[in-house]
Each structure stands twice: as structure tokens, then as C-alpha cells.
């Protein structure tokens, strides 16, 4: 029982697009234990496109397309699939009636290109698309083939895929010995520092521990084969159990957690409610603590202080502090903690103030200059800086600072337990 | 004269790193004007990667392999392509003096499985690798059909392709013609009815008009073939220039524009400001505003109100409205949108409240049900409401939401002049 993914678009072959669709597939057949061999990326062609489905069929026992399930001329898929097998296509009224809505929801009128997206084989089943109007499709064109069909648009393709395919996959017996993972987050260590400390696991055979690193995360899988998901949590948690205590506080969550999450669970927990104010970040520290659903049970609020005049006037920083210290200073960043505190009356606030760049750097203060302040129910302030580099552009640069100030709360709200 | 793109790494089919690598080779193939119609991944297995050979070899002029030239065992791409061509390896001594000088450089000793990266066929020329141990080959071996074949890592990868493939396959006469390309952006249209009104364009040859849809955006991809970038201008201007009058307002801007840069070089255009007011996007929309480099030049800041006592105390929301009506309604909307103004003396303020979910529901409020209000410097405040519907999630809602606000901002700006 083997898989293969074919990505359909030209717009791949053209480089416009980063094909992120086959990692998460490829993500998702390890996790199920369905091993995939092949991979191939072929352009809006019907010829190309058959001559990828005829080496694929005498591969695979299952094919998995993104992509070309759209309205216009050049969405061939479903097409291309059915003439590859001879089949005629029918329009599905089931199908019809759901565009429709959709098109009715937004207030607009369905167009009539919109019909081909209709169009599947009769013994095809529907792999339903809850946000977009192209739905995908499963069919058995043939004995011991099936296809799964699912839209380029990676946030229907992955909704589309944890809410049918899965299930469906199961359904057929697939993935029966499963691997199961848990991905372990770490914040303030580096990768290599981490791996030295937990080297001693990554010869474990089941389950394994491996290091991946991504920007301003390191983190660790300890993945497990087993029968079911009970199974491979037996074999993970002590493992995982080790691991965070070698890592202590620079171990953050695992899975889903984020920083945010974390943060909000320990805010929660304790009754205690925080805001926010931010310069360089512009409001994307607020925008990261707001992911979170029900965020709005400790989080306030804030004041998005970009310009001097709002900080003075809206936070009560000292004119000649701007100054005297300039607004990126740990002097403005703690008045500004102080202020927002005050203003919103939460128990703690978080201020940033910083360089983003690529303009604004002086002298003595570079680009990836970056203060930020905490302040606690004790009306105390905790000023940090950071130096972030110059290199990493300006939207690294803002995104790694609000993690920074996300990290460093996580550490007061341990620290202040 | 085609290409074809093989990428070799089992860490490709298990998901664990995203293939820029053949998104890069794509955007660079296109540049050239070398037509290439496949990619391929595959693991690190003998009989898979001569099984890709095969088939690409029946395909391709030009094959660019990337991956496998490290010096551990699963290393297989040269002798793989060596062996499906019945050639014996010779071990390079040119290849093992650079080896051993660049271990030099770094104060160690070239271990001995590095020897391995010295072996390619007798014929086949280096490719020179100026950071790395793993060099590349550029190899002819039958007539009609080049390799080329480049380490994994990126960095290395993309510098032996400017330093050297790009030169070799100019010399050869290949790539004299280049693909340019504009990619124009719109909102407000889908990609359907967007579709139906260029048409006529769609059966262009020289240039080519292609639509692609994202979340929130649809795009339409117009291409030149040409023996420069200016011959290239030419051909895609009096196309790109009637979309645009097609389009009308739907029109954004074109490949790097965003809503925010656009919105933005409006504001520094007529030297005015703005401030938000931001309940369900908790900083999203000021976050994004702040992309830009030089948002401070007219971007002032905002209030993030995520809880109703911020809405009442900092904008001046009054709280029998709140109560009447419900924080997300047009009213809280249009006050939220004058507190702000006022407070931070702008010329021009967006609001935003809704319920992004999964939470927060009630009988007549749904789920991606959103009141956004832009107040215009003449103190005139127009509310708008927004039904995302409820499937979408909690993200996308976020996200779309400060789309629309910034496009209405836009389209109240170009109406305004």
C-alpha cells in the first residue's frame, strides 16, 4: 500500500508559489504510517497531466492531486482524471446547491463558470469543501486505485484533509500501525546547546527523538510506532517527562501550545488579567495573544503607541525622557509598561519599544535595537533589551520580538508563582 | 528544449523540510525561458531514483538534480546517475585537494567518508561548490541530454547556480529568451467573475494572462517572452493597463503592492493620518499596517479594545449601547471609530468589532459576523458589516477582516480625492 502526490498548476513550474501543499501531505501520510515514494509537480496541461496520472497508477494504490479545481479554463483536474479513465463527467445538483449558498452567504450570485465545478464521474464520492466553492472528490476509478482530489488553496486542502480524507483513510484499514508524535517547543537555547543536553536519546528506536529548529523555536519530535494513539503515548511520555526536566524553563509546551497559549493558561489560572503596549510591533503582539480563543477572558487590551505624540499623551511618557533617551530607550519602554498598566488597570502590562528597520537606526542605536518592559501586580517593572542584528529584516525582526516579550512574561509568571 | 527538476532527500517525502529548493530552480528556469514541465521528489533508494531517470531522461534535454551529494551512505545521487548510464566513477584529485583545504581552513581533518564526494564520471565536468564540501557535475551523458547536479542546502545550491550553471547554459546557446512576468492584484471580485470580464485575454499568447486565487485576493498573472526585460515591459503594459480599466477600484496594485503599501502611499500622498480602534483583531490590523517601512510617516497607533470597559473608558463607547446593542454592532462600530479619531487627533480612523469565534456566538449574532467603521477627515463615519461565515476559523476571520477594512479604507480614499 503505497501513496503519491501530484501537485497540479503551472503557477508551481513557474516558481510564483512555494509547494507547501506537498510537505503537509507528506507531513500527514508519515503520521498514518502510509509510505509515499514519489512526488511530482506537473503544469495545467491535459496531455502532461496523463502522462503523470499513467506512471502514478502503476506506482501507487493511492494518488493524492492538489490543485486545478477551480472555475476557469485552466483547472483540468477533475477533467483530466476522468478522461484519463474514460469516465464522463455529470454534474452533481448537490454540488450545484452548495456554490450557490456560498455565493448567497457573501451576497453575490453564483457565476456560470462556476458550474464546472460540478462536474465529477457518477461513482465518484464528494470530498466536501466547507469555506471554498471547489470541492475535491474520492473515486476507485479502477480495482485497487483511489484517487482523493483536493484545491491548491492550502488552508481548504488541510481542512478538507483532517476533516474526510483522514477519516476516510482509516475507513479503508490504512494507517493501521500508526506514528504518532509529540513535538516538543523550547525557547532561549539553541539547537545545538539543546541537542548536547538530550544526546543521549537520539539513539532511541522507539520512539525517536530528533532536533528541528525554525525562527527563534527549537524544538524536538519524539515520534512512536505503534498500534493506536494510547500505545505510542506510552512509549513517548517518559521520554517527553525527561526532557523537560533536563530542559526546565526553557522548555515551553509541545503540539499546539504556543507561547500565547501558554501564557494565557497561566493568566487564566491565576485570575490575573495583562495588557499590551507596543511601538515597533505595531500591534502584533496583541494580534499573537488574541489568536488564542477566549483570550479576552485576561487580555484587555491595549494602546498601539507608533507615533511620540501617542506616547506621551496616551501613556504618560515624559517628554523630555523622548528626549533626552530617545523613544527607544529602557527608560521609555518602562514608562510605557507603567502607563498602560495603569490606564487599562491590569494586573501586568508589556511595552515594546524598538528598531525595525531598515530606516530609523542612529549612532548608537541599530537596527534590531529593541526594549521591552514588564510590569507585575506588584507595580513593579522589569526592563529587557535586545539586540536582534541588522540582517534579518524588518518583519523577522517584529516578529521575534513579541515572542521575546511572550517568553519573558512566561518566565516572570514562573518565576512569580 | 526542456528541463526537468529531480530532488532527492527521504526528509522531502517525510515532510520534514519545505522543497524551495524547486521553487527556486523554478523562478530561475522561467527567467531563462527554459521551459521545464515536471518535478520530481524522490527518496534516497538506487532503484527509485533510476526509475526517475528513466523517465525523465525520455522527457527532458536538460536535467537539474538537486540533493544526495553528501558523504554519508544515503548519499546515492552521483553513483546513481553514474550507474543508470553503465559509467564507472574515477575520484577526482582536484575535488579532494579543495575537500582537504577547506577542512584546513576550518582547523580539522577531512574525514575519510568525504572522499566519496570526489567520485563522479571521467567525462563529467565540476561544478564547483564555493562554501561546501559537496560539489555539483555538469555531465552530457548521452547525446541530447545534460545533467546538472547540486548539493540539499540551499545557500550552497542557489550560489553554484549563479556562479556557474547560469553561465554554462548561456554558453550553450539556452535561456537567450526571458519569461518576465507582472502579477496584478485585486479585491472585492472573485476569481470567477474577474475571469469572465478579461476573457478575451485569456487566448494571448505573447503576453500571457493567467488568474490565480489566495485567501481574500484574487491575481492575475500576465507574461512576456522576450529577449530583455524592457522588450518584455513592452509587450505586458497595454495589457496590464486594460485590466486595470476593466477592474476599476477592484484593482490594487501589482507584484509587491499589498493593501497596507497601498493604503499607506495614499495617506503620505495627501500628508494624512490614521489611527484604529481594534476589538476581535487585537492588533491584526495595526500589525499589518506596520509592515510597511515608514508607516510612522502616517500610521499614528490605535487602541487594541478587547474588552468592553476599554471600548467605554478609552473610546468613549457609551455603555447603554453596549448593552443595548452589543458590542459587535454598527453603532459600537461607528463610536469606536470616532473615539479613536479624536483621541489621536487623526485625519482618518478604521474601527473594527466582531466575532471572530469559535466562541461568542448568540442567536442573531453569528460567528464571522463583523462592524468595521472608517471615520474620513471631514468627521463623516460609515460602518460596514461583514458576514465571514462560520467555517472559515478563527484566523482567517482575523486576517480577512482587516483585508476588508484596509479595502475599503482604499476605495473611501480613491473616492475622497
Known amino acids: 500500500m503505497t ?20 510537505q503537509f501531505l507528506a507531513q500527514e501520510l508519515a503520521n498514518l504510517g502510509i509510505p509515499h515514494y514519489y512526488q511530482t509537480v506537473v503544469g495545467d496541461n491535459l496531455s502532461r497531466i496523463h502522462e503523470v496520472i499513467k506512471i502514478a497508477s502503476q506506482r501507487a494504490q493511492i494518488i493524492i492531486f492538489t490543485g486545478g479545481l477551480g472555475p476557469t479554463p485552466d483547472d483540468l483536474t ?32 453564483m457565476t456560470a463558470n462556476n458550474r464546472k465545478q460540478a462536474l465529477i464521474p457518477e461513482s465518484a464520492d464528494i470530498l466536501p469543501n466547507l ?3 471547489a470541492p475535491g472528490m474520492i473515486w476507485q476509478p479502477i480495482p485497487n486505485l483511489t484517487i482523493l482530489t ?12 483532517s476533516d474526510t480524507a483522514i477519516p476516510f483513510l ?33 539513539d532511541l528506536q522507539n520512539p525517536t527523538v530528533a532536533p528541528y529548529a525554525s525562527m527563534g523555536e527549537v524544538k524536538l519530535r519524539v515520534a512512536a510506532k505503534a498500534k493506536n494513539i494510547q500505545s505510542a503515548e506510552k ?42 503596549a507596543e511601538s515597533c510591533t505595531g500591534g502584533g503582539l496583541g494580534s499573537m495573544l488574541t489568536e488564542i480563543a477566549g483570550s ?24 523630555e525622557f523622548l528626549t533626552e533617551y530617545g523613544a527607544v530607550s529602557a527608560i521609555v519602554a ?56 541588522e540582517k534579518r529584516g524588518r518583519e523577522a525582526i517584529r516578529y521575534l520580538t513579541s515572542c521575546y516579550a511572550l517568553d519573558k512574561l512566561r518566565r516572570e509568571l514562573i518565576d512569580n508563582r
Open 334 to 389: 518602562r514608562q510605557m509598561a507603567k502607563g498602560v498598566q495603569k490606564k487599562f488597570n491590569t494586573d501586568w502590562s508589556i511595552s515594546i519599544t524598538g528598531i525595525a528597520g531598515p530606516g530609523g537606526a542612529t549612532e548608537t542605536k541599530p537596527v534590531g535595537l529593541v526594549y521591552l518592559a514588564i510590569a507585575n501586580p506588584e507595580k513593579q517593572v522589569e526592563s529587557y533589551e535586545l539586540r536582534l542584528g
Open 235 to 276: 512509549l513517548i511520555l517518559p521520554v517527553a517527562k525527561e526532557i523537560e526536566a533536563i530542559a526546565g524553563e526553557d522548555y515551553v509546551g509541545y503540539d499546539d501550545d504556543t507561547l500565547a497559549s501558554v501564557v494565557g493558561k497561566m493568566l487564566l489560572e491565576r485570575g490575573e488579567t495583562l495588557s499590551v
Open 131 to 133: 469555506t471554498g466553492t
Open 3 to 22: 501513496a503519491e502526490i501530484i501537485c497540479i498548476g503551472t503557477e508551481l513550474l513557474l516558481g510564483d508559489i512555494l509547494n507547501s501543499n506537498a
Open 78 to 109: 477533475t477533467s483530466a482524471i476522468a478522461s484519463f479513465f474514460d469516465t464522463p463527467l455529470i454534474e452533481k445538483q448537490e454540488i450545484i446547491e452548495d456554490i450557490r449558498n456560498k455565493f448567497a452567504e457573501r451576497g453575490r450570485e
Open 170 to 202: 482509516k475507513s479503508q484499514g490504512w494507517g493501521e500501525e500508526i506514528i504518532y508524535s509529540r513535538m516538543m517547543r523550547f525557547r532561549g537555547i539553541g539547537e545545538s546547546a539543546l541537542a548536547q543536553k538530550v544526546n543521549h536519546l537520539f
Open 150 to 161: 483536493f484545491p491548491g488553496v492550502p488552508s481548504e486542502m488541510k481542512q478538507m484533509w
Open 296 to 319: 479576552s477572558n485576561y487580555f484587555m487590551g491595549g494602546i498601539i503607541a507608533y507615533s511620540n505624540q501617542v506616547k506621551i499623551e496616551q501613556l504618560g511618557v515624559l517628554e
